[in-house]
Protein backbone atom coordinates (compact mmCIF):
# COMPACT_ATOMS: atom_id res chain seq x y z
CA UNK A 1 0.00 0.00 0.00
CA UNK A 2 3.16 2.59 0.74
CA UNK A 3 3.87 2.12 -2.82
CA UNK A 4 1.01 2.67 -4.59
CA UNK A 5 0.58 5.68 -1.84
CA UNK A 6 3.86 6.64 -3.49
CA UNK A 7 3.13 6.27 -7.09
CA UNK A 8 -0.04 8.27 -6.54
CA UNK A 9 1.98 11.32 -4.82
CA UNK A 10 4.63 11.37 -7.94
CA UNK A 11 1.86 11.28 -10.24
CA UNK A 12 -0.01 14.26 -8.81
CA UNK A 13 3.21 16.47 -8.97
CA UNK A 14 3.85 15.68 -12.54
CA UNK A 15 2.70 19.75 -14.10
CA UNK A 16 -1.21 19.49 -16.19
CA UNK A 17 0.42 21.24 -18.68
CA UNK A 18 2.81 17.83 -19.50
CA UNK A 19 1.59 15.36 -22.34
CA UNK A 20 3.36 12.17 -22.24
CA UNK A 21 4.55 11.46 -25.90
CA UNK A 22 6.76 8.70 -27.58
CA UNK A 23 8.44 11.66 -29.56
CA UNK A 24 8.61 14.34 -27.25
CA UNK A 25 6.28 16.53 -29.17
CA UNK A 26 4.52 17.59 -32.07
CA UNK A 27 5.90 20.55 -34.29
CA UNK A 28 3.69 24.58 -34.63
CA UNK A 29 3.88 26.11 -37.53
CA UNK A 30 4.67 30.06 -38.11
CA UNK A 31 4.40 31.65 -40.85
CA UNK A 32 7.48 34.63 -41.46
CA UNK A 33 6.32 38.04 -42.21
CA UNK A 34 7.42 38.71 -46.02
CA UNK A 35 9.25 42.02 -44.72
CA UNK A 36 11.95 40.07 -42.80
CA UNK A 37 15.16 38.65 -44.46
CA UNK A 38 16.02 35.72 -42.79
CA UNK A 39 18.93 36.90 -41.37
CA UNK A 40 16.50 39.36 -39.06
CA UNK A 41 13.85 36.42 -38.60
CA UNK A 42 16.33 33.49 -37.53
CA UNK A 43 18.07 36.65 -34.87
CA UNK A 44 14.39 37.40 -33.64
CA UNK A 45 13.38 33.98 -33.10
CA UNK A 46 16.53 33.44 -31.47
CA UNK A 47 16.08 36.60 -29.18
CA UNK A 48 12.88 35.42 -28.18
CA UNK A 49 14.17 31.63 -27.50
CA UNK A 50 17.37 33.28 -25.49
CA UNK A 51 15.30 35.29 -23.20
CA UNK A 52 13.87 31.98 -21.09
CA UNK A 53 16.49 29.57 -22.30
CA UNK A 54 20.13 29.01 -22.73
CA UNK A 55 21.28 27.60 -26.29
CA UNK A 56 22.79 24.08 -26.72
CA UNK A 57 22.68 24.33 -30.26
CA UNK A 58 22.54 26.63 -32.98
CA UNK A 59 23.07 26.60 -36.46
CA UNK A 60 22.14 29.49 -38.46
CA UNK A 61 22.92 27.99 -41.91
CA UNK A 62 21.11 24.53 -41.02
CA UNK A 63 17.97 27.10 -39.47
CA UNK A 64 17.87 25.29 -36.90
CA UNK A 65 18.51 25.94 -32.66
CA UNK A 66 18.01 23.80 -29.98
CA UNK A 67 18.18 25.26 -26.08
CA UNK A 68 19.72 22.93 -23.10
CA UNK A 69 17.44 21.54 -20.69
CA UNK A 70 15.83 23.88 -17.78
CA UNK A 71 14.71 22.31 -14.43
CA UNK A 72 12.40 25.78 -13.43
CA UNK A 73 9.72 25.89 -16.23
CA UNK A 74 6.40 25.10 -13.75
CA UNK A 75 7.98 25.20 -10.47
CA UNK A 76 8.22 29.55 -10.43
CA UNK A 77 12.09 29.55 -10.24
CA UNK A 78 12.67 26.73 -8.52
CA UNK A 79 15.04 23.93 -9.18
CA UNK A 80 13.57 20.23 -9.60
CA UNK A 81 15.97 17.45 -11.06
CA UNK A 82 12.20 15.88 -11.61
CA UNK A 83 10.78 17.86 -14.35
CA UNK A 84 12.62 19.21 -17.39
CA UNK A 85 11.67 21.42 -20.61
CA UNK A 86 13.64 22.47 -23.55
CA UNK A 87 12.60 24.74 -27.11
CA UNK A 88 13.67 23.25 -30.14
CA UNK A 89 12.97 25.24 -33.56
CA UNK A 90 13.50 25.02 -37.48
CA UNK A 91 13.49 26.93 -40.57
CA UNK A 92 11.98 25.47 -43.80
CA UNK A 93 14.04 25.24 -46.45
CA UNK A 94 11.83 28.30 -48.06
CA UNK A 95 12.59 30.12 -44.89
CA UNK A 96 9.16 31.30 -45.19
CA UNK A 97 8.13 29.33 -41.82
CA UNK A 98 9.50 28.47 -38.73
CA UNK A 99 8.50 25.01 -36.62
CA UNK A 100 8.66 25.59 -33.03
CA UNK A 101 9.01 22.07 -30.56
CA UNK A 102 9.01 21.74 -26.66
CA UNK A 103 10.07 18.64 -24.97
CA UNK A 104 9.97 17.86 -21.55
CA UNK A 105 10.39 15.03 -19.43
CA UNK A 106 9.37 13.63 -16.04
CA UNK A 107 10.38 11.71 -13.12
CA UNK A 108 14.31 12.27 -13.08
CA UNK A 109 17.33 9.65 -13.90
CA UNK A 110 17.09 7.01 -14.68
CA UNK A 111 13.50 6.88 -15.54
CA UNK A 112 12.52 9.86 -17.96
CA UNK A 113 8.95 9.89 -19.29
CA UNK A 114 9.36 11.58 -22.61
CA UNK A 115 6.42 14.48 -23.42
CA UNK A 116 5.77 17.93 -24.45
CA UNK A 117 4.93 21.41 -22.24
CA UNK A 118 1.47 22.87 -24.04
CA UNK A 119 2.18 25.65 -21.45
CA UNK A 120 5.22 26.54 -22.89
CA UNK A 121 4.43 25.25 -26.28
CA UNK A 122 1.57 28.26 -26.45
CA UNK A 123 3.89 30.68 -24.66
CA UNK A 124 7.05 30.15 -27.20
CA UNK A 125 4.36 30.23 -30.34
CA UNK A 126 2.60 33.84 -29.18
CA UNK A 127 5.99 35.24 -28.24
CA UNK A 128 7.94 33.72 -31.77
CA UNK A 129 4.81 35.09 -33.67
CA UNK A 130 4.40 38.37 -32.12
CA UNK A 131 8.17 38.98 -33.72
CA UNK A 132 8.23 37.21 -36.77
CA UNK A 133 4.71 35.95 -37.50
CA UNK A 134 2.54 37.14 -40.07
CA UNK A 135 -0.95 39.26 -38.85
CA UNK A 136 -4.20 36.62 -40.15
CA UNK A 137 -6.93 39.36 -41.63
Not at 1 to 26: E, H, Q, R, W
Not at 110 to 130: A, C, E, H, V, Y
Request: glycine fraction near 8%; charged fraction near 25%; proline fraction near 1%.
Amino acid sequence: MGAISLMMCSCALTPSSFVKAVDGGTWSTIMVRDDLTYDQAFNDVLDVVFKRFEMDMISKEGGYARTNWIYTWNTRGQYTNKYRTRVIFKFSADRKKVDIKTEAEYGGDPNWIKGFDTRLLSTMKQDISGVVGRTVL
